[in-house]
């Protein structure tokens, strides 16, 4: 059974930093592209950034561009959002995905598993 495991959200003042760690496990780690999105109330989940299954092609959404850096450790099965500059605008439940596939995609329904969230609040 595929386990996503996402931990670090909080509240921070903006400006400030918050690092994100997401945790698989039952499924092939270093062979699946994984993913961060969020979801805001009210608003629709959407995507902030993606990794390949090397860790060498990288993608963001242009909103977190330049503060936000996805990375990930195969060894540990865990990928990592260092999140920079936030602002009250990033406020939302950040969510790790993962997809069964070694390409990333920006679109969630192409994601397989899902972990169950972790809140960051952004404000002074």
């Not at 092609?57 to 990928?79: C, M, Y």
């Not at 598993?113 to 002074?124: A, E, K, M, P």
């Amino acid at each position: 059974q595929v386990q996503l495991a996402e931990s670090g959200g909080g509240l921070v003042q903006p400006g400030g930093s918050l690092r994100l760690t997401c945790i698989a496990s039952g499924h092939t780690f270093s062979k699946s592209a994984m993913g961060w999105f969020r979801q805001a109330p009210g608003k629709e989940r959407e995507f902030v950034t993606s990794i390949d299954y090397s860790g060498g092609v990288t993608a963001h959404a242009d909103s977190v561009k330049g503060r936000f850096t996805i990375s990930r450790d195969n060894a540990k099965n865990t990928v990592y959002l260092q999140m920079n500059s936030l602002k009250p605008e990033d406020t939302a439940v950040y969510y790790c995905a993962a997809r069964i596939k070694e390409w990333a995609s920006r679109t969630s329904s192409e994601y397989d598993y899902w972990g169950q969230g972790t809140q960051v609040t952004v404000s002074s």
